[in-house]
């Protein structure tokens, strides 16, 4: 049973607020918290789940609406570098890929994929991801969808190249890494 959620914690207030300008709308901003809060508590992956995890909850499909709105993303990026640069001043850019199994056939993005963890084909997403790891924490970074597509679609991109153009996003914002 998970434990309902009344409100946002001040230190959580304290750093978000840093954020407020990426988003035009208020009720964005609040959906933002919302996500940030249960995103890193609660691993059932729906957003319904995670929307009916607040005392006080819109309507679901407000949510899902929050992630496909138009917000400031790149600003979003920015300041996120600009805080883990003020606490790290050096660290490691981890990359990886990982499969996100995904039971639903009709879930946009998903695919099968070998997972070489279990020896075996799931159904999932998969993605390439980017953590920074400092003296002081760790700092998720970047996650990508990897998509099968056919090679010869001009939107296809590999992992590598998915993992390469997250890199070199990471140097244009001037996170201070020295080793990948």
């Known amino acids: 049973m998970d434990i309902p959620i009344f409100g946002y914690s001040k230190t959580l207030l304290e750093i978000a607020i840093r954020f407020r300008k990426a988003f035009p709308d208020v009720r964005q901003f609040n959906h933002f918290l919302r996500f940030v809060t249960a995103i890193g508590h609660y691993e059932k992956g729906s957003l319904a789940h995670i929307n009916s995890l607040f005392v006080?909850?819109?309507?679901?499909?407000?949510?899902?609406?929050f992630l496909s709105s138009k917000f400031d993303l790149d600003l979003l990026k920015n300041e996120h570098v600009?805080?883990?640069?003020?606490?790290?001043?050096?660290?490691?850019?981890?990359?990886?890929?990982?499969?996100?199994?995904?039971?639903?056939?009709?879930?946009?993005?998903t695919d099968i994929f070998f997972d070489h963890n279990k020896k075996k084909y799931v159904?999932?997403?998969?993605?390439?991801?980017?953590?920074?790891?400092?003296?002081?924490?760790?700092?998720?970074?970047?996650?990508?969808?990897?998509?099968?597509?056919?090679?010869?679609d001009p939107g296809f991109k590999t992992?590598?190249?998915?993992?390469?153009?997250?890199?070199?996003?990471?140097?244009?914002?001037?996170l201070n890494f020295s080793t990948v």
């Open 56 to 65: 006080e909850h819109t309507n679901q499909s407000n949510f899902n609406r």
């Open 82 to 109: 600009k805080a883990i640069n003020e606490i790290e001043k050096d660290g490691i850019l981890v990359i990886d890929d990982t499969i996100i199994e995904r039971n639903g056939k009709n879930i946009e993005y």
């Open 123 to 152: 159904r999932g997403y998969q993605v390439a991801t980017s953590l920074f790891v400092g003296k002081y924490g760790k700092y998720p970074i970047s996650l990508s969808i990897y998509r099968k597509f056919n090679k010869e």
């Open 159 to 174: 992992k590598i190249e998915i993992q390469k153009e997250n890199i070199e996003d990471a140097i244009k914002k001037g």
